[in-house]
């Protein structure tokens, strides 16, 4: 048997684990980013190629994801009309509300386009975790193993 004997040790293990947690956060929020992305929607590709992990986090960028998200047709609370639709000077299809205006869902749902991500709804986070949530237990597992391991 080996002991060892660590002044303070309670400061030094909640060290270990809080160091050791923070890895194996990262690391399954990496693989949640990874798997959930075909479920994200696309039709330029923006919301996903500015997704990021951030420490134990997946940040979508607001306020775009989250009206995706809940999938829902949004309009303006005051004036009850959807987004302002053009053009932008390079083609882009833009979508914008007046800065400042309140939004709404109505009953109505969005429709994702599937031509780059068959899978792409709204709620991706779920969908993704019904998919996936034995596989990300598992990457769990794996970190806690190695990283557990050099503390």
């Given at each position: ?14 060290q270990a684990i809080k ?133």
């Amino acid at each position: 048997m080996n002991f060892k004997i660590i002044d303070n040790a309670s400061d030094s293990v909640l060290q270990a684990i809080k160091a050791t947690e923070t890895r194996v956060g990262h690391v399954v929020a990496q693989q949640i980013r990874t798997d959930t992305s075909a479920y994200v929607p696309f039709l330029t590709g923006s919301l996903d190629q500015r997704t990021r992990v951030v420490g134990n986090k997946v940040i979508y960028p607001e306020p775009y994801a989250r009206y995706l998200y809940y999938g829902k047709v949004m309009v303006n609370s005051v004036t009850g009309k959807g987004a302002m639709h053009y053009f932008d000077k390079s083609g882009n299809e833009v979508f914008r509300f007046p800065a400042g205006a309140t939004l709404m869902p109505t009953e109505r749902d969005l429709v994702f386009t599937k031509d780059f991500h068959p899978m792409a709804q709204s709620h991706w986070f779920e969908a993704a975790k019904a998919q996936n949530l034995e596989k990300w237990l598992r990457v769990a597992q794996k970190a806690v193993d190695e990283y557990g391991d050099n503390e």
